[in-house]
């Protein structure tokens, strides 16, 4: 969601206003480690964003070397506004106002949401709008470990503690409808006390096979080949943050006819993915949230993803 700016008219003493907006995400489609062109290794992911999950930030500019965040808690989005304005080569502080029905700690992106959402409302209140590379740099830079939501719709395999791009997919994600859930009793995660995951080079090697996948099903719209992509990455993530009953997920999810399964890779949400354009939608995506609730889940949401407005 881009930034826009709201200056106040010749010979009006008030300050400038600028609104940043960014999306929340449903974990990723795929996680672990990649070539860059040169054939260095990196760690990567390639998340699913949610339009439904939003954080807004107002940034109002003053005249003092102040900066004020409302709320308190959101520091990182405080640091990232520092950093935005030190990147302007702006001297003077503001109010930083941060509005968000994104839940913490589970997957959902709130704070690279809050973080990049911050950075646009900076730019945006002294008239500029810095490129999505540019935004994911400075996100990186206020957080340590960011996802790819500047870059909106488009999909991408992301450097996360980097802030660069492996692979720019070279567009959206096929149309899907997931059906997002969490195990009854999960706790919130600090992603950054997670340790970092490691690799062996058969798992390796299996990324470079998921990462083609993914570049196939964005050429080619192909849900399904997205799917089975995302489960495969599920069940590698099994071995660094297992899901409870992750494979009865797939199970559920491969009795129903679903293109397959995808988790948040350091946080606790499953999801199960469909064709949006597939038949008897509703039926199957019904009862997939009703058997993963006798399995002990909590939370089941249905989340439209790319859909155009079309209905299910």
Known sequence: MAAVSETAPMGNPLPGIGVGAANGHHGELLQGVFEDRNG????????????????????????????TVRPGDKAKAGLAARK???????????????????????????????VVAAIRAV???????????????????????????????????????EGTVLED????????LLVGFKPSGARPIDTLHLP??????????????????IAYAVRYQDPNCLGRAATASARLSQRHLPKQYLE?????????????????????????????????????????????????????EFHQINDDGAKW
């Open 169 to 176: 997919f070279g567009g959206a994600l096929p149309p899907l």
């Open 40 to 67: 260095q290794l990196h760690r990567g992911l390639v998340t699913l964003p949610l339009a439904k999950l939003v954080s807004k930030a107002t940034f109002t500019c003053a005249a003092t070397r102040d900066l």
């Open 123 to 161: 730019a945006a209140a002294h008239n500029v709008q810095l490129q999505s590379s540019r935004v994911s740099k400075l996100a990186v830079s206020a957080e340590r470990a960011s996802d790819a939501i500047a870059f909106d719709g488009h999909a991408v395999l992301f450097a996360q503690r």
């Open 248 to 300: 009865r997920v797939i199970e559920i999810a491969e009795g129903a006819g679903a293109c397959g399964v995808q988790v948040a890779h350091s946080g606790s949400l499953l999801g199960i993915l469909f064709d949006h354009t597939g038949k008897n939608l509703r039926q199957r995506a019904e009862s997939v949230a009703a058997s993963v609730q006798r399995c002990g889940f909590c939370d089941v």
């Open 84 to 114: 935005t304005l030190q990147h302007l080569d702006v001297a003077e502080g503001g109010f930083l106002n941060i509005e968000s029905n994104i839940p913490i700690g589970h997957g959902y992106g709130s704070s690279t949401a809050d």
């Open 196 to 213: 970092p995951a490691r690799y062996d080079s058969i798992e390796i090697q299996q990324f470079r096979v998921l990462r083609a996948l």
